[in-house]
């Protein structure tokens, strides 16, 4: 799960999203100073994390990617069903994606003397570019793993990824519909 999911699944919890959003930024050995309510979303993040990457639905998803992408299948699974997710955010939120992402961009704003400074320039990223909303599309996606390629600097375009997707999207989706439920019951529990 990416960004949005993160967000997603905080349950409108301002401390949870704070650390859900922190939490691939800062090690938690690092976060002595955070409040612990800001703690438990840093390893509620993680706990998303392991439950995702070690669920069936999702490693066998994961296989639409060997093709070229193997050694970064699981990340981009991620970040498709984050587009997966924000295609149809009005099946799992009352709220629309737009007015939802608006919002956690403003209490993340809000809150940014917890975000550390990688944190802070990719929320300034984020809102300036509507990031999360862009997700919903595939242009915004591939325009996410452009950048990502980028950052990660290993001389592969990870948005090359994208007719790949296309071809499995169906089945990924199945995939995705199931997994999502189960985690939606995961998060509850958790929190």
């Known amino acids: ?20 959003f922190i939490a691939d930024h800062i090690k938690m050995a690092k976060a002595g100073h955070l409040p612990e309510e800001i703690k438990k979303g840093m390893i ?3 706990k998303i994390d392991y439950f995702t990457d070690t669920h069936p639905l999702f490693v066998n998803s994961k296989r639409f990617f060997y093709d070229g992408f193997e050694r970064y299948s699981g990340v981009l699974l991620d970040i498709y069903y984050d587009h997966i997710l924000a295609q149809n955010f009005d099946k799992f939120s ?3 994606l737009q ?14 003397i917890h975000l550390p400074e ?11 570019n509507n990031t999360f909303f ?12 452009k950048h990502l390629s980028h950052r990660i600097d290993h001389g592969i375009d990870l948005s090359l990824s994208s007719p790949l997707f296309k071809a499995n999207k169906a089945r990924i989706e199945q995939d995705f519909f199931v997994f999502m439920e189960e985690m939606m019951e995961f998060v509850k529990k958790e929190i």
């Open 1 to 20: 799960m990416n960004y949005l999911a993160h967000s997603f699944l905080s349950n409108n919890n301002t401390n949870l999203l704070i650390g859900n």
């Open 44 to 46: 509620l993040h993680r």
């Open 94 to 96: 009352d709220v629309k």
């Open 99 to 112: 007015d939802f992402t608006l919002n956690v961009y403003d209490l993340l704003y809000d809150n940014k």
């Open 118 to 128: 990688s944190s802070q320039l990719f929320l300034g990223y984020a809102k300036k």
């Open 134 to 145: 862009e997700y919903s599309k595939i242009e915004g996606i591939e325009l996410v793993l």
